[in-house]
């Protein structure tokens, strides 16, 4: 089993920056790629942002692109999503995920391919 705790959900102000962390726990051997999803009141839970933690490859969906970076310290088990000029649009529950095993890069986004999930952090942006 592999559990995850995200954290560093906050109120933040439009335009500010914010980083959350996802620490993983327990049989971490068996994880290649760690994501970042979202899901804001009334919609459907969104891909963020995905990582191998073996090569580095990196995913964004294209909402976040040039203002969000995911990176991974493999030492501490731990992913980080880096997020600059917040919007209102970016409100919302931000939950770490991870797939069993590998899964071709190209389904990085599918959420379905994702078995392991945190309890979400909270992400506020006000206007």
């Known amino acids: 089993q592999v559990q995850l705790v995200e954290s560093g959900g906050e109120l933040v102000q439009a335009g500010g920056s914010l980083r959350l962390s996802c620490a993983a726990s327990?049989?971490?051997?068996?994880?290649?790629?760690m994501a970042w999803f979202r899901q804001a009141p009334g919609k459907e839970r969104e891909f963020v942002a995905a990582?191998?933690?073996?090569?580095?490859?990196?995913s964004y969906a294209d909402s976040v692109k040039g203002r969000v970076t995911i990176s991974r310290d493999i030492a501490k088990n731990t992913v980080y999503l880096q997020m600059n000029s917040l919007k209102p649009d970016d409100m919302a529950v931000y939950y770490c995920?991870?797939?069993?095993?590998?899964?071709?890069?190209?389904?990085?986004?599918?959420?379905?391919?994702?078995?392991?999930w945190g309890q979400g952090t909270q992400v506020t942006v006000s206007s």
């Open positions: 995920a991870a797939p069993r095993g590998t899964l071709r890069w190209q389904y990085a986004a599918s959420r379905s391919l994702y078995i392991y």
């Open positions: 990582i191998s933690l073996s090569g580095g490859m990196t």
């Open positions: 327990g049989r971490t051997s068996s994880i290649y790629v």
